[in-house]
């Protein structure tokens, strides 16, 4: 059993997201074709002390239970016969408030970390519901392919990489200001059309990918939740205009936002869009240029 352990926590992007309509309970039921990003925070685990201790690169980040990692380590602990304490490390390199789901692959990361550290005490089944207790996209990052997500996010079917995206490149941009995720969502009351999609446009863009058929998937990317967001930052709109106009094939905010993502057919193209870019908006504006596995 090792007593100290690093793992890579990666980030997502969101190729589809279509809202179907509230429930109930306050959440919204979405479609939604999630996709894994090679762009990574660290996590450090070891056996230490007792309960949890967690530490974080980022100053404005908490460390205690608001910090999904800590809830994700007491659930885990809680949920297993463990009397040993655990010492995490957080290492941010993936922005916060930003639709990548960063704090969601920290969460899962840490799951999946601690299972290992103590030597497999819980099984996948009970992982994925941790995950999903903890949040709708945490069970997502349990794995590592693509994946259509339904329900509230939590139901996960995975996905092989799509060859229509064998050499693509994602080019991410943040803004430089963070969108909360239930602002996001509590603003599509406003947007009754958007609020209720039709089902069936995430398997279709599936489809799309999966048969390299880019002239007809190139208008099927799309994110309900760009409605309140776009309309209440119109920086965001003109990041995504720049990029279509400088060689994206695709360029949609991520999740709730406040990142945009674009798609480029190739490493060269990438660079060449992100140094136009930065002539246009200036070099404040954080930027990850990284491969999309096809
Ligand atoms: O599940 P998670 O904690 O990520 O959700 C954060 C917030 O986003 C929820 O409290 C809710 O306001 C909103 N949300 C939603 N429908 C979803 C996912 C999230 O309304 N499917």
Known sequence: MPTNLELNSPCKINLLLNILGRRADGFHDLETLMYPVPLYDRLVFSQAGTGVSLSCSHPQLPTDSRNLVYRAAEMFLARTTIVEGVKIHLQKEIPHAAGLGG????????LLGLNQLFDFPLTPAILHELAESLGSDIPFF?????ALATGRGEHISPLEFFPALNGYFILLIHPGFG??????YQQLASFPQTLNGTPGRAAKLVSLLETNDWTHAEGEFFNSLEAPALEKYPILELIQVFLRQNGATVALMSGSGSATFGLIPDEKAGVELREKFFQRFGEKFWTALVPARG
């Open 103 to 110: 704090g969601s692959g920290n969460a899962a990361t840490t």
């Open 142 to 146: 349990l794995q590592e392919k693509p």
């Open 179 to 184: 969108i909360s995720t239930p602002w996001a």
